[in-house]
């Protein structure tokens, strides 16, 4: 499913719906954000006895990153789609950190087991052959979603989702599909 306007979806477990946000963020943001989280460090990350690793890259509270993801119109976005008021926004703490997948990788199927809500916004997107699309557990099915640098996807907590694993492709044979992760404790 390519992101054409917002959209809602519900998952399978019958929670919260999702929320698809196209262009959340704009071009230039996209790429500044992008930039600015290239140096960060980072971990790899390997899951149970998965043989499933990505990099994970730690997002201070000062980062412009940080700073975005707390903003006003990102908190107004997030506590207006779980039906809660702008005036809470005091009241939230987020977690973020930025994930990088590269060649073979991805995220296994999972529930996340902390936070209300999780906001994950594309960086940077491989080309579609590539493999990397956000796979979320729906009352519709499995729902394949391919973001572009700047859209996003809003979802409880509960919802299963995982990644399709990054392969070479013509168009594209060093893949890498990177993302921000904002995990909003309401």
């Known amino acids: 499913m390519n992101v054409a306007g917002p959209q809602r979806i519900t998952s399978s477990q019958g929670v919260a719906p999702c929320l698809l946000l196209p262009s959340l963020l704009d071009r230039d943001l ?24 990505w990099e994970e890259l730690s997002v201070d509270p000062d980062h412009e990153l940080a700073a975005v993801l707390s903003s006003d119109r990102i908190l107004g976005t997030v506590l207006t789609a779980v039906g809660q008021p702008a005036s809470r926004a005091g009241d939230v703490r987020i977690t973020l950190w930025a994930n990088r997948y590269r060649t073979g990788e991805c995220i296994p199927r999972h529930r996340d087991s902390s936070g209300a809500v999780q906001l994950v916004v594309c960086l940077e997107a491989p080309d579609p052959a590539g493999g990397g699309s956000l796979v ?36 594209d044979p060093n893949p890498v599909r990177w993302v921000a992760v904002g995990r909003y404790h309401l």
Do not use: K, M, N, Y
């Open 30 to 53: 996209t790429r500044r954000l992008a930039a600015a989280t290239a140096g960060l460090r980072a971990r790899r990350v390997r899951t149970g006895d998965h043989a499933d690793e």
């Open 136 to 171: 979320l557990a729906t009352e519709q099915g499995e729902v394949s979603l391919r973001l572009a640098p700047g859209d996003a996807v809003l979802f409880h907590r509960t919802i299963e989702h995982w990644t399709t694993r990054l392969v070479p492709s013509s168009q």
